[in-house]
């Protein structure tokens, strides 16, 4: 199950599940993007894929949703947090309100994962939670790369992917007598079409590769971090950022 399926990351993974035979169950805020990215989404085997609604900042919703996916799927192994509203306010912005509703996120994602953990110890069964980091989770971001172009990466979104790094390795050491693996998947610089070329640029200069990621770069950590090829990696944040954060 991948939420935010629709988005510019989510489409790319979703794509690398079902290219590895995966049976995806996709989600958006409004059901007919999920509906239309499932009806495109290749099917290898026996593979069955499936749609459902939910917003990462409406418990309500959250509780729909994944039963709507049980309902579909009948089981699900592989929990895929990458819903997220985004923020534009950078901190000379952002009023307090916005910035706890971003940090609503983080909320989602538990309330997602603690639904997954739980359907897996009802039917005695292992699984693996995935929760989208950010390199801005482990570092600040660079204010010329931004000055004059676009606003400061926001501070709200820091401290959200901060708290989920940290959050993964918490959920981790708990549920790993439930066998549920916790992990989490942080890109780097991955824009998105509609940014702006002149802070790309400035962007790649701070990378060691001198170029930005393309969104099915994180297919292959991504499939990894889903299947039984990490069975033993738990409460590990796999960062794929060019080596941004190396430096």
Do not use: C
Not at 17 to 41: I, N, P
Not at 90 to 97: A, I, L, T
Not at 196 to 222: A, F, N, V, Y
């Amino acid at each position: 199950m991948l939420t935010g399926a629709s988005g510019y990351l989510g489409q790319a993974m979703s794509l690398g599940l079902a290219q590895a035979g995966a049976s995806v169950v996709v989600s958006s805020r409004t059901l007919d993007k999920s509906q239309s990215l499932a009806a495109e989404l290749p099917v290898i085997g026996n593979a069955q894929h499936h749609a459902v609604q939910i917003d990462h900042l409406d418990p309500d919703s959250i509780e729909s949703g994944f039963a709507a996916a049980i309902a579909a799927a009948h089981q699900i192994d592989v929990l895929v947090a990458n819903g997220h509203e985004a923020l534009a306010n950078d901190w000379k912005q952002v009023s307090p309100e916005q910035f706890n509703r971003q940090l609503q996120n983080a909320t989602g994602y538990f309330l997602l994962a603690r639904h997954l953990r739980n359907h897996l110890v009802k039917h005695n069964a292992p699984g693996s939670i995935i929760m989208l980091g950010s390199m801005y989770g482990l570092v600040g971001s660079y204010p010329d790369a931004y000055q004059d172009l676009a606003n400061a990466s926001p501070v709200a979104y820091h401290a959200l992917k901060g708290g989920v790094l940290q959050m993964v390795r918490h959920l981790a050491v708990y549920w790993a007598e439930d066998h549920v693996r916790v992990n989490a998947l942080s890109p780097g610089p991955f824009p998105a079409p509609a940014a702006s070329p002149e802070m790309i640029e400035k962007l790649k200069q701070k990378s060691p590769m001198k170029r930005m990621g393309q969104p099915q770069e994180l297919i292959g950590p991504l499939v990894f971090l889903a299947s039984e090829a990490s069975s033993y990696v738990t409460g590990h944040n796999l960062v794929v950022d060019g080596g941004w954060t190396a430096w």
